[in-house]
């Protein structure tokens, strides 16, 4: 079975900064295209960075400049780091990995931005 185990998540200040992780197994890791969606509150699941075919990077415009996708092939693991996070980022964020006919996602960590 494919395991996404994702960390990191919790409860910061506006302005502040949090790193998310998500470890996998090496297989799904070198064959799968992996990044991070979230869900906030009454939404719709979005994207917020992917990598890409080649690996570019395809991330949302609100995340731009204050959030880096980035991956440690010899652990299996992408990060996000986040910084200058806003209440609007407050969401529950995923880790996904996907290939054609195949998609998986993490239990999901919890990140919430609040003064």
């Known amino acids: 079975q494919v395991q996404l185990v994702e960390s990191g998540g919790g409860l910061v200040q506006p302005g502040g900064s949090l790193r998310l992780s998500c470890t996998t197994s090496?297989?799904?890791?070198?064959?799968?295209?992996m990044g991070w969606y979230r869900r906030a509150p009454g939404k719709q699941r979005e994207l917020v960075a992917v990598f890409m075919s080649g690996g570019s990077i395809n991330s949302a415009d609100s995340v731009k400049g204050r959030f880096t996708l980035s991956r440690d092939n010899a652990n299996n693991t992408v990060y996000l780091q986040m910084d200058s996070l806003k209440p609007e980022d407050t969401a529950i964020y995923y880790c996904?990995?996907?290939?054609?006919?195949?998609?998986?996602w993490g239990q999901g960590t919890q990140v919430t931005v609040s003064s």
């Open positions: 996904n990995a996907k290939r054609w006919g195949e998609n998986y």
């Open positions: 090496r297989s799904i890791f070198n064959t799968y295209a």
